[in-house]
């Protein structure tokens, strides 16, 4: 009978004793500079981890329960949110020698990245660098999962695309996640991560993303002949899925690029993909802050309010319509969801100063 291995399993409450369990032997990272108030330093000992922490409340005596699992490594933790969102009121950030995917299961999250703010909810991501000084805050329910990377496993995983059987493997090369990974590989020290936002169209990210996560702890926990070529298979299909256009919206940040930025450049590409008919109701649903911020967020980039900025879009795509296509005007005007054709026909003189009718025949 095959000998089960025994996994390690420590609850602990406070953070000299969460350190003690990372330092063992059977945790896949280790704590350097743990007492620092300023800078950590997280080093993984394994190719590749997952870790998944759930918060089981927002208040000071809740738990976040945490799980971290490797090859033939595992162990179980627990440290009080008072704790912890002491560390981040603290200011007590961390690096790590990994490339980290953090992955918002299930509620939603503060990321602070060097010193800024950033709201992550569920079915979004982001991807850290070995560069940048970051830590979480948790104010409610949630599940999150980081992926820990190392480079060698990685630049092994962008290598095998090269004597791939399936043509369309290579595509990976044409990503801003490819570009991003060994930009910091071949030239490490810049201070940048990925932000990841679902596409509009991509209804249930939280739930794809669970899946494949489980899949992934399933492989780890539970191993068999061909394991390994297993997890492999997952986590490209999850850095697949991640880079698809029609799945995820993908934007590099760098240092100098501040939260309001980036809430902003989540607005623009999520009315690029709509054409500009999202409503205000829809945005705050998926970016998770009042129409009235996000309204002062576009003002702040734009003088405009936020309907009027994704009338730029919807103005646009019905000029290219009307240049590209043959698409009657009132099938255009229903296509941009406008019930009204005077209505449109109004919007798009004032922007392009002549009507449709006019701006067709001028533009073919």
């Given at each position: 009978m095959e000998e089960k291995k025994k996994r390690e399993t420590t609850f602990v409450s406070n953070a000299s004793d969460m350190q003690k369990v990372l330092d063992s032997g059977a945790s896949s990272i280790n704590v350097r500079n743990g007492e620092s108030d300023f800078s950590r330093f997280y080093h993984m000992n394994v190719p590749f981890q997952l870790t998944l922490e759930y918060c089981d409340g927002g208040k000071p005596e809740d738990y976040v329960n945490i799980v971290t699992v490797s090859f033939e490594k595992a162990v179980l933790y627990q440290e009080a949110l008072s704790v912890k969102n002491y560390s981040y009121a603290e200011n007590a950030p961390h690096l790590h020698d990994f490339f980290e995917l953090?992955?918002?299961?299930?509620?939603t999250i503060t990321q602070k990245i060097e010193g800024r703010d950033y709201l992550y909810p569920a079915g979004s991501c982001c991807l850290i660098n070995r560069n940048l000084h970051h830590m979480e805050r948790y104010t409610s329910q949630c599940s999150v999962l980081f992926i820990g990377i190392s480079p060698d496993f990685i630049t092994t995983l962008f290598d095998s695309a090269?004597?791939?059987?399936?043509s369309s493997e290579k595509k990976i090369y044409d990503t801003i996640l490819y570009d991003f990974i060994t930009a910091d590989l071949t030239h490490p020290g810049e201070r940048a991560y990925l932000d990841f936002i679902p596409a509009y169209q991509n209804r249930m990210p939280a739930a794809r993303l669970h899946a494949i996560a489980e899949a992934m702890m399933q492989t780890l926990?539970?191993?068999s002949f061909g394991a390994s070529y297993q997890l492999c298979g997952q986590l490209c299909s999850l850095l697949s899925y991640l880079s698809a256009p029609s799945d995820y919206h993908c934007t590099t940040l760098r240092l100098d690029t501040n939260s309001d930025f980036l809430l902003f450049s989540r607005i623009t590409r999520l009315f690029e993909e709509s054409d500009g008919r999202m409503t205000r109701s829809e945005l705050e649903q998926l970016l998770h802050y009042s129409g009235d911020y996000l309204n002062r967020i576009v003002n702040k980039f734009t003088g405009m309010c936020l309907y009027d900025y994704g009338l730029t879009f919807c103005m646009k795509k019905a000029a290219q319509y009307l240049t590209e296509t043959s698409q009657s005007i009132s099938a255009i005007?229903?296509?941009?969801r406008f019930t009204n054709r005077t209505h449109f026909y109004a919007l798009f003189k004032e922007?392009?100063?002549?009507?449709?009718?006019?701006?067709r025949r001028m533009h073919t």
């Open positions: 953090v992955i918002v299961l299930r509620g090269q004597n791939a059987l399936f926990l539970f191993s005007a229903a296509k941009l922007k392009y100063g002549v009507t449709p009718k006019e701006y």
